[in-house]
């Protein structure tokens, strides 16, 4: 099986300006890991080496704490031919005028993709028009953008009301049913996540069935995450906040050296053919089929039941 990673999301730092209670990283202002700039640069130096390797993805808690830095990560992986993005949640566009000076720099830079999380849980702390106000500069720029939002059940704003709030026209929706045209923006919206933070929030809350649960995972050693110390982690999402989910240490490996490993380990194979329901299947853990929000949720249940029963460095039982 042949390295097929195409994107690495650099965590840059768990620390953030707001504590959105869905968080499953749990992020806020107290945390304090943050990545090494000099480490950072030699993991975008070990991506570009990777074959089907296309995307830096900065992301955090809230990277633009970290502006400068972000900055001269965008640089280096644009010199190397590599497509560029950042998350976030918008808090510094305090104007129209600051939005376009900062994301200017940004695009100048290299940056090609410009995340904007918005929904409810973020805007408990965030103006709205922050989110507009970086929204109309990185079109004025022609910058492409991405809507990311997630909700809960009682969520109010939801996906519709945040496209009209912006304008309405030259947002694409991806999903099960995709519109509009892509003008401007894509945008995606799913359940929160009930893990981290995101566990304390009643169960009534949680936007169960708001996806898939059943089949392989697309994206596991495809789209791929580095946490600030440097561990190696399968996949963008939750399950790799379990600590036996960490492939290894970057710091002791180089991120090919640890990739070739990870093809190889058992549970990620399978994960990649059945996905987390065929995984539940082969350990004996029994899913309930309408207890989970989507695959990522089940995904991280099912795994750290199977973590118990199997080895992950070599998927035998242990």
């Avoid at 989110?131 to 519709?160: F, H, M």
């Avoid at 009534?204 to 791929?224: A, F, N, Q, T």
């Avoid at 929000?293 to 460095?313: F, G, I, K, Q, T």
Wanted: proline share 6%; with cysteine.
């Amino acid at each position: 099986m042949n390295i097929d990673t195409f994107r690495v999301g650099l965590i840059l730092t768990e620390r953030c300006n707001i504590t959105c209670p869905h968080c499953w990283l749990s992020s806020g202002p107290d945390k304090k890991r943050l990545m090494r700039p000099e480490d950072a640069l030699r993991y975008v130096d070990e991506a570009a080496e990777l074959p089907q390797m296309e995307w830096i993805s900065i992301t955090g808690g809230e990277p633009f704490l970290l502006y400068d830095k972000m900055l001269r990560i965008i640089h280096h992986a644009s010199e190397l031919g590599l497509k560029t993005e950042c998350v976030t949640n918008c808090y510094w566009a305090t104007s129209r005028e600051k939005a376009e000076d900062r994301l200017r720099e940004l695009v100048e830079a290299g940056l090609d993709v410009i995340n904007i999380s918005v929904d409810d849980f973020h805007q408990r702390f965030i103006p709205f028009e922050r989110v507009r106000n970086c929204y109309e500069a990185a079109k004025s720029l022609g910058l492409k953008i991405v809507i990311q939002s997630v909700y809960g059940r009682g969520s109010r704003l939801r996906l519709d009301e945040i496209i009209r709030r912006l304008g309405g026209d030259g947002i694409k929706v991806l999903g099960p049913k995709p519109r509009g045209k892509a003008l401007y923006a894509i945008a995606i919206e799913s359940g929160f996540i009930p893990i981290g933070r995101g566990a304390r929030i009643p169960r009534e809350e949680w936007p169960i069935g708001s996806g898939p649960v059943e089949g392989p995972c697309k994206v596991v050693l495809r789209d791929i995450s580095i946490s600030p110390e440097g561990r190696l982690l399968p996949c963008c999402s939750a399950a790799g906040l379990l600590p036996q989910a960490s492939i290894g240490s970057l710091a002791e490996k180089s991120l090919m050296e640890l990739l070739e490993e990870a093809l190889e380990v058992e549970l990620l194979k399978w994960l990649r053919e059945v996905g987390p329901w065929g995984i539940a299947e082969k350990t004996g853990f029994r899913p309930d089929p309408e207890g989970y929000v989507n695959r990522c949720h089940l995904c991280y249940e099912v795994l750290r039941s199977a973590m118990d029963l199997y080895s992950w460095d070599r998927g035998t039982p242990s």
